[in-house]
């Protein structure tokens, strides 16, 4: 059971270009943004369609697939664990996220998305 603790698979699109760096280290971080939908139909019967908005970081290898075959509207599935880590903003206050660290990344879709 301890495979399934803290495993999150996404399919999405990526609702912009790649942040892709380089670490002081010299390791390449990739961070983006993936949009995940879902629709149902509400009480009246109309069909909802929600957007629900994931921060993804890749390391590594991973992070150099997202930089050479990714850009905006890529379809990706990607698998991870969440990581929710704290940082202090310009105005000296405490702020928090949560991201999906990376292990896997599958490419969806045609090449260059159809282009």
């Known amino acids: 059971m301890n495979a399934l603790q803290n495993k999150v698979q996404l399919i999405g699109n990526l609702g912009n270009n790649p942040d892709v760096r380089n670490t002081e280290s010299g390791k390449k971080m990739a961070r983006v943004s ?3 939908n879902e629709s149902y139909r509400n009480a009246k019967g ?3 369609k929600e957007t ?3 921060t993804a970081v890749a390391w590594g290898k991973n992070a150099e697939v997202i930089e050479k075959y990714l ?3 890529s379809q ?3 698998e991870g664990k969440l990581v929710t880590r704290n940082y202090v903003d310009k105005e000296g206050i405490k702020k928090y996220t949560t991201e999906v660290q990376v292990n896997e990344i599958l490419l969806l879709g045609s090449k260059n998305n159809g282009k």
């Open 34 to 36: 993936i949009a995940t």
């Open 46 to 48: 109309e069909t909802v």
């Open 52 to 54: 629900q908005w994931h």
């Open 71 to 73: 850009t905006k509207g």
């Open 76 to 78: 990706v599935a990607l």
